[in-house]
Nanobody, 126 residues
Framework: QVQLVESGGGLVQAGGSLRLSCAAS????????MGWFRQAPGKEREFVAA????????YYADSVKGRFTISRDNAKNTVYLQMNSLKPDDTAVYYC???????????????????WGQGTQVTVSS
C-alpha cells in the first residue's frame, strides 16, 4: 500500500513560481516511478510530468516543458514539482501518482493507476 500526501499549492500571480511536494508512505519508494497530473474545472485529468525510479529519466507534457521540473529524493521518500513561469492555464488541482511502471507516461489522461494523493490546489492569477 502506498499513501501519498501533496503540499505546496497556493495562489500565485502569472509569471511566478511554486514548488509542490509529494511525500510517500512506503518502504520501497525507490521501486516506484512517480508522476504529477492535474485537473482543471470542467476538464479531464491530464499528465504533467513523471520521473523514473532512480530519477535518471524525466518526462513532461509539452504544455509544461521548459517551465516545470520534476525531481525526487529517495532518502526522503519525496517527489517534487518545481513550477516556474506559471500561467493562468496552469490553474488546477495537482495530483501525485505512484506506479511500479512508467505506464503513466504513455497512458496520459487514460492512466488508471491505484495510488494517488488527495490533490493540492494551484491557482494562477492574471
Amino acid at each position: 500500500q502506498v499513501q501519498l500526501v501533496e503540499s505546496g499549492g497556493g495562489l500565485v500571480q502569472a509569471g511566478g513560481s511554486l514548488r509542490l511536494s509529494c511525500a510517500a508512505s512506503v518502504r520501497t519508494f525507490s521501486r516506484y516511478a512517480m508522476g504529477w497530473f492535474r485537473q482543471a474545472p470542467g476538464k479531464e485529468r491530464e499528465f504533467v510530468a513523471a520521473i523514473s525510479w532512480s530519477g535518471g529519466s524525466t518526462y513532461y507534457a509539452d504544455s509544461v516543458k521548459g517551465r516545470f521540473t520534476i525531481s525526487r529524493d529517495n532518502a526522503k521518500n519525496t517527489v517534487y514539482l518545481q513550477m516556474n513561469s506559471l500561467k493562468p492555464d496552469d490553474t488546477a488541482v495537482y495530483y501525485c501518482a505512484a506506479d511500479q511502471t512508467l505506464r503513466m507516461v504513455w497512458s496520459g489522461s487514460n492512466y488508471d493507476g491505484h495510488y494517488w494523493g488527495q490533490g493540492t490546489q494551484v491557482t494562477v492569477s492574471s
